[in-house]
């Protein structure tokens, strides 16, 4: 009997994390509160609504420190049986925590002392128009945040036996799956949510909130896999795989079939059944967050100025459905000559059930009157969403992969393209209607940003311990109709933007030693990432990031050194 047991731990504090001074009073805009006058240093002679920030650009930075730390432990047994079979007994056990705290100010503590009735004492005053009026021991009273303490486990037992008899290739198993997610919040960050809808906000200016969370599941699942060479030419593989969840049942099974046809061509396809079930803080956790949303002219359908952050209820939904899919993927293997191959695979994936959460901009767009749309005297202020299963989306594309080796008078070459290409991807919208995403930004629907295709060309030289690599990485252009929809006019042209989101090349390069020193293997390689310094491509994203993060990184030119020692 094997033994071996694997351990890991990490640990990081972000400690030097300065924030803006403090946040637009959205609590003051969402409740239309009038600052009267004479009140606050108020000058005027009238009521007016105050738009602003508690302490401006002037006023310290406060930090917002974040502690996150991860254990996993995995401990495996595996022998092998009399009768020839191999067995592997496993358990492995993770956890991460997350501490967070975001700097904010008190909404109540705030109004207390615009009406006269704040600090300590209960009788200070806050002047929103002579900042210098206000006392260091007032600004600390009134200051606050959001702050939140995350756990999540998840601990599985994996049991496993694998083997062969009368010309069969056999796999089997069974596994416990244990999962439990806890989020709590301290009391100024807790909020009141009735009918999904945003009762009582949190005790905090700007940031949202949200409830506590507590939830823990089990579930077991059972699988079994056979493979049979029916001839030298053909071999044939299936699978089957079962599930008992707390709130459902699965059975998904899989067929897959390779056939040599010839010395240099081999073709291979697969058809199988998938099954997700919604994670715990899905069905569990409910959070007010602050997104950008447009908003939308009830009467015309039109864009009705720019974005602005508001709070947005993102509603747990335990009533989630399991999601589904039905995987096709047929393929072939090109052996052109022993320097040369090439590997080519078509898939299409049909999702039941997806599970994804409403965009708030598009909900707003669908209607802009709708019950889930918060407004205070005609202004946008909140929007209600929830986690739901989509209908249906398709899914279709291909993967190419061509390698190139041969030996030279300097060290062994290789030469390799790996591509993506996604053909279509088709959702529901939330009009009842359904669109292709591909090769847009997605920024009013579930769907991410899709361009069309992403490519890594590659290339190493290895000679002796010495290895020299390059990548080149591509990403086609897309598009964003943000701005530049049917009559909405020249927002986004008129500040220096178009609708097409460029193309982007980077280039990676890489040098490694390997080496050993005193018995030990060491590993010293350094390298630059984005070698020629390219700019990110721009995006018009009003209030958000002017560059796309879910694929391009606008840090520049990253310079490392590293080092691998293996005991």
């Known amino acids: 009997v094997d033994f071996s047991i694997d351990y ?14 403090s946040y637009p009073a959205l609590s003051y805009l969402s409740t239309a509160k009038a600052i009267a006058p004479g009140v606050a240093g108020s000058p005027f002679a009238y009521p007016v609504l105050w738009i602003g920030r508690p302490l401006g650009s002037a006023a310290p930075s ?30 492995t056990t993770s956890n991460d925590s997350l501490y967070a705290l975001q700097p904010d100010v008190s909404t109540s503590k705030f109004d207390a002392a615009i009406a006269g009735e704040g600090g300590v004492s209960g009788t200070e005053s806050w002047n929103l128009f002579d900042p210098t009026a206000n006392s260091a021991s007032l600004i600390d ?29 056999f796999a089997g198993g069974f596994q416990h799956k244990k999962e439990e997610y806890t989020f709590l919040r301290d009391e100024n960050s807790l909020v009141e949510i009735e009918n999904g809808s945003l009762a009582k906000p949190a005790d905090l200016m700007f940031l949202g909130g949200g409830l506590n969370s507590d939830a823990s599941r089990n579930s077991i699942a059972m699988f079994a896999e056979v493979s049979k060479d029916v001839s030298d030419k053909l071999e044939v593989k299936a699978a089957l795989r079962y599930e008992d969840l707390e709130s459902d049942t699965s059975v998904n099974p899989k067929f897959s079939v390779r056939y040599e046809a010839s010395d240099n061509l081999v073709l291979r396809g697969s058809v199988s059944s998938s099954f997700r079930e919604p994670s715990l803080a899905q069905l569990s956790a409910t959070v007010v967050s602050l997104q950008a949303v447009q908003d939308y002219d009830p009467d015309t359908g039109l864009e009705k100025g720019d974005p602005s952050f508001i709070r947005v209820v993102q509603a747990a939904s335990p009533d989630l459905e399991p999601e ?13 000559n022993d320097n040369l191959s090439m590997k080519v695979d078509y898939w299409n994936i049909d999702y039941s059930d997806l599970i994804t959460i409403e965009n708030s901009s598009g909900k707003v767009k669908a209607d802009p009157l709708g019950d889930d749309v918060i407004r205070v005297l005609g ?3 909140g929007v209600n969403t929830k986690y739901f299963n989509a209908s249906s989306v398709d899914t279709d594309g291909y993967d190419l992969e061509i390698g190139y080796n041969r030996d030279t008078k300097y060290g062994q070459l290789k030469v390799g393209l790996n591509r993506v290409h996604t053909l279509s991807y088709r959702i529901p919208l939330q009009t009842g209607e359904t669109a292709d995403v591909v090769g847009k930004f997605n920024y009013g629907n579930f769907a ?53 989101i460029d193309s982007h090349t ?23 990432k984005n ?21 391009h990184d606008p840090r520049g030119r990253i310079m490392y050194i590293g080092a691998r020692v293996s005991l």
């Open 8 to 21: 890991m731990k990490t640990s990081i504090d972000v400690n030097d994390n300065p924030q803006s001074p």
């Open 448 to 500: 991410r940003s899709l361009p069309d295709v992403k490519s890594v060309l590659s290339a190493s030289l290895v000679n002796g311990n010495h290895k020299v690599s390059a990548f080149v990485r591509k990403t086609s252009s897309y598009a964003t109709t943000r701005g530049f929809g049917s009559g909405v006019g020249p927002i986004a042209a008129a500040r220096g933007f178009t609708s097409k």
């Open 531 to 551: 070698l020629f310094d390219e700019d990110v491509p721009l995006v018009y994203d009003s209030v958000n990031f002017s560059y796309d993060p879910k694929h």
């Open 379 to 381: 202004t946008l202020v």
């Open 506 to 528: 980077t280039v990676d390069v890489n040098y490694s030693f390997d080496t050993e020193i005193a018995n030990n293997s060491v590993v010293i390689s350094a390298g630059v």
């Open 141 to 169: 009273h009134i200051s606050s945040a959001q702050v939140g303490w995350q756990d999540a486990s998840l601990s599985v037992l994996d049991i496993v036996l694998t083997g062969s008899k009368n010309g069969f290739d």
């Open 324 to 336: 589904e899919a039905t995987n096709m993927n047929f393929g072939a293997i090109w052996t052109i």
């Open 62 to 91: 406060p930090h917002a420190p974040r502690d996150i730390d991860t254990d996993r432990t995995s401990v495996s047994f595996s022998g092998t049986l009399d009768a020839g079979y191999d067995w592997t007994v496993s358990y």
